[in-house]
């Protein structure tokens, strides 16, 4: 018999589940009709909508709750390595044109451009 | 179980580490993506929006709710796997093959009406993208429902019982992850 540590999950548990993530989809499809504030929090409210349905379905659905801690790590780094590319890239974006603020990496590859013509 | 000082049984440690093995897996498959949205989300940033084309959202809603149910009828599989009732695993794997096959029918229709309105890949980048992720998800979900019914086959000869029921456990993992993926593919194609 293969054992789960006593934490089972019941059919009405998984319904339960099915019901919230099926209102969240709702919700996400609604505030899509309108804008959220502005474009940027369409964006942010559906990633947020989006995120919290896979917390569902990781911890309930894929049993994340009850399992031990060899396969929590392992599933809590797989997803954040999702988690931390897109952090990275969405701050690429947001900090773009930013870090030369006083131009002097510009004026740095000038002069070692001059320097290299000597 | 929680406290690893304790001895985990035979058929607990072979639970946890064939687990293990498919979040491996996973893990890479997770990375995969990664790489497609990592690419979107700069492509789409550089050009501040402007190569976002509108795709039908009503139908990528229903798919999304055809996709959430399958995961709940392939969690109540794992379930009927584990009490040892081999009709209602067999009930519960051959829904979620169909909504499956529901699944990839409305993807389907939604290509075909892009063809037929002269719309590629090649068309622009956005469609690029949306058939480049979409296809490589539809492959996952086609990878599953052979999965699917290799397992509907292997509980019709009465495989499994409340012994041995780890592939449709194993399985499970898999689609949930399938779903995991096109939960994060709809809002970011389709209603951003």
Redesign the interface.
């Known amino acids: 018999?293969?054992?789960?540590?006593?934490h089972?999950?019941?059919?009405g548990g998984?319904?339960l589940?099915?019901n919230v993530?099926?209102l969240l989809?709702i919700l996400?499809?609604s505030?899509?009709y309108v804008t959220f504030v502005n474009?940027a929090g369409?964006?942010i409210a559906?990633?947020t909508?989006?995120t919290i349905?896979?917390t569902l379905?990781?911890l309930f659905?894929?049993h994340q709750k009850y399992?031990?801690?060899?396969?929590r790590f392992?599933?809590i780094?797989?997803?954040s390595?999702?988690g931390l590319?897109?952090l990275v890239?969405?701050c690429?974006?947001i900090f773009?044109g930013t870090y030369d603020q006083s131009h002097q990496v510009g004026k740095l590859l000038a002069h070692a451009h001059h320097a290299g013509h000597e | 179980?929680?406290n690893?000082a304790q001895a985990?049984?035979f058929?607990?440690e072979?639970?946890?580490h064939r687990?293990?093995g498919m979040?491996?897996f996973?893990?890479s498959e997770?990375?995969f993506?990664?790489a497609f949205?990592?690419a979107y989300?700069?492509i789409r940033?550089?050009s501040n929006?402007s190569i976002m084309q509108p795709l039908d959202?009503v139908m990528g809603?229903i798919n999304?709710?055809v996709l959430?149910?399958s995961?709940?009828t392939?969690?109540?599989g794992v379930?009927a796997s584990?009490k040892g009732d081999r009709k209602a695993l067999m009930n519960w794997l051959a829904i979620t093959f169909i909504l499956a096959c529901v699944f990839l029918v409305i993807k389907f229709f939604e290509y075909g009406a892009h063809f037929s309105e002269g719309v590629y890949p090649k068309s622009d980048i956005f469609h690029a993208f949306y058939f480049l992720i979409t296809g490589f998800h539809g492959i996952h979900v086609l990878g599953g429902m052979v999965t699917l019914a290799i397992l509907w086959f292997r509980a019709k000869a009465g495989h499994f019982n409340?012994?041995?029921?780890?592939p449709i456990?194993t399985a499970?993992?898999y689609w949930?992850?399938v779903?995991?993926v096109w939960?994060?593919l709809?809002?970011?194609l389709?209603?951003?």
């Not at chain 1, 089972?8 to 059919?11: D, I, V």
């Not at chain 2, 409340?162 to 780890?166: I, S, V, W």
């Open positions: 018999m293969s054992k789960e540590g006593g089972e999950m019941g059919w998984y319904y589940i099915f993530l099926i989809t996400t499809v505030i899509s474009h369409n964006i559906a990633m909508v989006a349905k896979a379905v990781v659905f894929m399992e031990g801690k060899l396969n392992t599933a780094f797989a997803l390595l999702f590319a897109v890239f969405c690429d974006f773009l | 179980m929680e690893s985990l049984s058929h607990e072979r639970r946890e687990l293990f979040w491996l996973l893990a997770v990375m993506f990664t949205f990592a989300i700069v940033s550089a929006g959202k809603a999304t709710t959430i149910t995961s709940l392939m969690a109540l379930l584990k409340t012994e041995f029921n780890d456990e499970g993992l949930h992850f779903d995991l939960i994060f709809y809002p970011a389709y209603l951003i």
